[in-house]
Nanobody
Framework: QVQLAESGGGLVQPGGSLRLSCAAS????????MTWYRQAPGNEREFVAR????????NYADSVKGRFAISRDNAKNTVYLQMNSLKPEDTAVYYC?????????RGQGTQVTVSS
């Protein structure tokens, strides 16, 4: 059974940082592309970052490039999203997703709120 559980969200002031974690189980994590998405109220779902297998190549949405960093620890079956220089427009529910694109195999999401 595929399970993905995000953690690490919360309330942070503009300019602050958060690190999201996503613990995965039920599939071969080390061989899987992992992706973070986000969705704010009233907005469409948005791709945030993706990490590949092997050397762990990464790519990012333009809106977060240079501020966010995705990484993975295959020994812990965990993918991370380090978010720095947060802006109010980063406020959203963040989802960890198994695979290249949005799928049924994703976590419940973790809320990130950037506000003073």
């Amino acid at each position: 059974q595929v399970q993905l559980a995000e953690s690490g969200g919360g309330l942070v002031q503009p300019g602050g940082s958060l690190r999201l974690s996503c613990a995965a189980s039920g599939f071969l994590f080390s061989s899987s592309v992992m992706t973070w998405y986000r969705q704010a109220p009233g907005n469409e779902r948005e791709f945030v970052a993706r990490i590949g297998t092997g050397s762990g190549s990464t790519n990012y949405a333009d809106s977060v490039k240079g501020r966010f960093a995705i990484s993975r620890d295959n020994a812990k079956n965990t993918v991370y999203l380090q978010m720095n220089s947060l802006k109010p427009e980063d406020t959203a529910v963040y989802y960890c997703n198994w695979g290249w694109s949005w799928s049924v195999y994703r976590g419940q999401g973790t809320q990130v709120t950037v506000s003073s």
